[in-house]
């Protein structure tokens, strides 16, 4: 029985007793109990020394790859440090969303998350409601980054009942000016965030990302108002629709926007189909036919699809003309519960061929489509892979995604992180777990002799600051 668990590694010669005679039966059986002890301590020697040079090749290049300066391509942070939220403790903090979502999903209710939420309930009896999902769920990507980040900034070794009061006492410390400088530059080395719509930020720690999904998909009457407002125009055709969509463009760009960004993917399929502008002007008209009507700005809209396809096909072609790069959300959505079939990137085939100007930074692996992915990386020139949020989601598949795709896609076309937090703290733990999961992937290949260390270096640096350098033509604006 035991001999079947071994698996033997190649170069390990195996020696096979004959029996030539029942005589020696008992001396062979002997015999061969030796050299099977044999044979499991050569295999065990064999599994050790393989596994401390691959070790040895991981720290190398993680020993590297912890102290590069990195693009980070998208985030949700405050533009600036003093609109953080002050009435806040850690657990309301760290929970506005990613891990309160696996929280909610092991089986914590509404009703008692937002209870943990309410930072004027004492923190121990908040913390014992959510401790059952909390255990349960920690190992998970998003509890993971959470541990690894208040170890690094607060030394505590990770989120606990034992800890959690020390831990809040530390964070609510960090509310002070000084923590996001502490967080992005000193501890992360990242030399700029990509900042998701907030056009006004802070030059020092971000570059704006600009969304016009307004534009596409406009949800309210307040959603059109506050369009007129920025734009100090009345709009009353489509032709107004389709000219100030423009000239705001124009505008972001002018102030800093180096990129734009869609998050559609939430709320409908990706699939944008070629419209008429006759058939756009039907949905205009539907949404528009009762402006200025009393109340009409709280009104929800069910702007039409082929609305919505005929804008996104403007937008994009404005984006062509401007040789823009568009950062697409697919795979995933944040959240307990959407249509992620709506998400496939492979919808978007139709754009890349229409688009050639436009670069398509394809957002979160496209998770769980991640090998879709490679195969319209491979072929698109114009479309790119963006591991933003996706080391988090799942280390492993990101790991093994990488691994993959160095054998499928050629290496300029995939930027290594980006951070996709709401709150400051989040961002340490991600890009940490990021560093660790390339050089993962990287020391695989190496140990596969795809490439040596020093290669392995040079792709790191390109996956983490040459390739969204490069993507997001970044020359001159940062
Ligand atoms: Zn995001």
Redesign the pocket.
């Known amino acids: 029985m035991l001999i079947k668990k071994i698996i033997i590694p190649k170069n390990i010669t195996i020696f096979t007793l004959r029996n030539t005679s029942q005589n020696i039966q008992n001396w062979e059986h002997k015999q061969s109990s030796s050299v099977i002890l044999r044979l499991i301590t050569s295999c065990q020697k064999f599994y050790k020394e393989e596994r401390t040079k691959m070790n040895k090749i991981f720290e190398e290049i993680f020993n590297y790859v912890k102290d590069l300066e990195i693009i980070d391509t ?1 985030e ?1 942070l405050p533009a600036f440090e003093n609109e953080r939220e002050k009435d806040t403790d850690v657990l309301k903090e760290y929970l506005t969303h990613y891990f309160n979502r696996d929280l909610i999903s092991a089986g914590l209710s509404i009703d008692d998350y937002q209870k943990v939420l309410n930072n004027k309930v004492s923190l121990i009896k908040r913390w014992k409601l959510v401790e059952p999902y909390w255990e349960v769920a920690r190992n998970t990507g998003y509890g993971r980054a959470l541990d690894v980040s208040v170890k690094a900034l607060y030394g505590v070794e990770k989120i606990h009942r034992s800890t959690i009061e020390h831990l809040n006492e530390a964070f609510l410390d960090s509310l002070k000016p000084g923590h996001f400088k502490k967080v992005l530059k000193e501890k992360s080395k990242i030399k700029v965030s990509l900042l ?1 719509s907030n056009l006004e930020c802070d030059k020092s720690f971000f570059r704006s990302v600009y969304r016009l999904d307004n534009f596409i998909y406009p949800n309210t009457g307040d959603d059109i108002e506050q369009i007129e407002k920025e734009s100090a125009t009345k709009i009353c055709s489509l032709g107004d629709w389709l000219e100030i969509c423009e000239i705001m463009l124009d505008k972001a760009l002018s102030i800093g926007a180096v990129a734009l960004k869609s998050g559609l993917a939430y709320r409908r399929t990706l699939k944008y189909e070629r419209v008429s502008k006759n058939e756009a002007e039907n949905g205009f008209n539907e949404i528009f036919k009762v402006k200025h009507s009393p109340d009409w700005e709280n009104q929800v809209f069910m702007v039409g699809k082929k609305f919505q396809d005929y804008m996104m096909h403007f937008v994009l072609g404005l984006a062509n003309k401007r040789n823009l790069t568009f950062q697409f959300h697919t795979g995933i959505q944040e959240g307990n519960g959407n249509i992620i079939y709506n998400s496939d990137p492979s919808l978007l085939s139709n754009l890349f061929l229409e688009y050639p100007n436009v670069d398509f930074d394809i957002f979160h692996i496209g998770y769980p489509y991640q090998q879709v992915l490679s195969v319209l990386a491979k072929t698109f020139p114009n479309v790119y892979i963006d591991m933003c ?1 996706a080391h988090i989601i799942s280390p492993t598949a990101s790991i093994n995604a990488l691994i993959e795709w160095i054998d499928s896609v050629p290496i300029n076309k995939i930027s290594a992180f980006g951070g ?1 937090y709401c709150f400051i703290d989040g961002v340490y733990g991600h890009q940490y777990l990021a560093r660790i999961n390339v050089s993962k992937s990287l020391a695989k290949k190496v140990e596969d002799s795809v490439f040596d260390i020093e290669k392995a270096k040079e792709i790191s640096r390109m996956l983490f600051y040459n390739n969204p350098f490069k993507i997001f033509k970044l020359k001159g604006k940062i």
């Open positions: 998208h949700h998701d949020w996709d």
